[in-house]
């Protein structure tokens, strides 16, 4: 089942811009992990927040996350052309049972 | 290494064939994934298995029959296929129920 949602669905910026998403899901959760694919290759890991943890960085990344409303965002710094992907929340539940569920995803293009 | 295999990387199959998929990883994890994604859609959990037994299986249909031979190797047998599932499927594994997923790049499947 999708508990998470993303906005926007769609995102167009020229390089060298930051980039927000936005990820809103439903139940409590132990971790949100956000997720990076490119051209409908394999997903490729980018950060885990841990429900304990606000804010989280990893190089031109940056995570937030408030689970008061439930919430997170992924800003991209200084965007690239190779940053240009399709960028999934995921949410695990209030049990530890191995499933992720996916947000429907952010298609970010990076304009040269 | 933080690698996961998938082979083939493309198939085409008509709805009588029977043919499978493969996954390997070598980094220790005990929990191993299939699923499925269909174009501009985020990844479904198909089947999970933990310490090499199924634990989870999202009611996929009977004509997708998925094997663990060990803790490296995950397949997933196809037979008797329909055209509407065709799709990309990606393979992931874990250390843990709440762990980062490393994701193979996927078999893009074609069935006619």
């Known amino acids: 089942s999708q508990q998470g949602e993303e906005d926007p669905q769609a995102l167009s910026i020229q390089e060298g811009e930051n980039a927000t998403m936005n990820c809103s899901y439903k139940t409590s959760i132990n971790n949100l992990q956000w997720y990076r694919q490119n051209s409908g290759r394999g997903l490729v890991h980018l950060i885990l927040i841990r429900s304990n943890e606000r804010e989280k960085h990893s190089g031109r990344l940056r995570v937030t996350l408030d689970t008061s409303k439930k919430s997170s965002s992924l800003l991209i710094t200084a965007s690239r052309a190779a940053d240009t992907a399709s960028y999934f929340c995921?949410?695990?539940?209030?049990?530890?049972?191995?499933?992720?569920?996916f947000g429907a995803g952010t298609t970010v293009t990076v304009r040269a | 290494d933080t690698e996961v295999t998938q082979t083939p990387k493309h198939l085409v199959m008509g709805m009588t064939n029977k043919k499978s998929l493969k996954c390997e990883q070598h980094?220790?994890?005990?929990?191993m994934y299939w699923y499925k994604q269909k174009a501009k859609k985020p990844p479904e959990l198909m089947f999970v298995?933990?310490?090499?037994?199924?634990?989870i299986n999202e009611s996929v249909p009977s004509r997708f029959s998925p094997e663990c031979p060990n803790s490296s190797l995950l397949n997933l047998h196809l037979h008797a296929l329909q055209p509407e599932d065709s799709a990309l499927y990606l393979c992931?594994?874990?250390?843990?129920?709440?762990?980062?997923?490393?994701f193979g790049p996927g078999t893009r499947l074609l069935v006619l």
């Open positions: 298995y933990s310490y090499e037994k199924l634990s």
């Open positions: 980094m220790g994890h005990r929990a």
């Open positions: 992931a594994s874990s250390s843990g129920g709440t762990e980062t997923q490393y």
């Open positions: 995921a949410t695990d539940g209030p049990i530890s049972d191995y499933k992720l569920s």
